[in-house]
C-alpha cells in the first residue's frame, strides 16, 4: 500500500505563507494524479489543489490564485505553497490520490490560521 507523510503545517497569521510537503513512494507521486485535501474541524474533507503526471494542475476557486501545488521529483515528494492564507484556510491538510482509488489517508499536517 502507498504509504505518504505530510509536513509543514503550523499556526500563522492571516496573510503569512507556508509550505506543505507530501513525501512517499518515489513512481508514486511522480507520476500519478496527486491532490491536496483539507478538513477543516466541524466540515466535510475537501479537495483544494490536484497535479496529474503531465504536470496539470487544478485549483478549488477558495484557493485559486493563493495556493500553487507542484512536485519536486527528486525528493520524491508534491508540494503545495499557500500564500495570503486566511482564517477559512484553517485545517488539517492531507495528500492522497485525486483519481477512483485512494491511498490509505497520512496524518494529515495541521494548518492554523488566527489573528
Known amino acids: 500500500q502507498v504509504r505518504v507523510v505530510e509536513s509543514g503545517g503550523g499556526s500563522v497569521q492571516p496573510g503569512s505563507s507556508l509550505r506543505l510537503s507530501c513525501t512517499g513512494p518515489g513512481g508514486i507521486l511522480r507520476l500519478d494524479y496527486v491532490g491536496w485535501y483539507r478538513q477543516a474541524p466541524g466540515k466535510e474533507r475537501e479537495i483544494v489543489a490536484t497535479?496529474?503526471?503531465?504536470?496539470?494542475?487544478t485549483y478549488a476557486e477558495s484557493v485559486k490564485g493563493r495556493f500553487t501545488i507542484s512536485r519536486d521529483n527528486a525528493n520524491n515528494s508534491v508540494n503545495l505553497q499557500m500564500s495570503g492564507l486566511k482564517v477559512e484556510d484553517t485545517a488539517v491538510y492531507y495528500c492522497n490520490n485525486a483519481g477512483d482509488q485512494l491511498w490509505p489517508w497520512g496524518q494529515g499536517t495541521r494548518v492554523t490560521v488566527s489573528p
Open positions: 497535479i496529474r503526471g503531465s504536470g496539470y494542475t
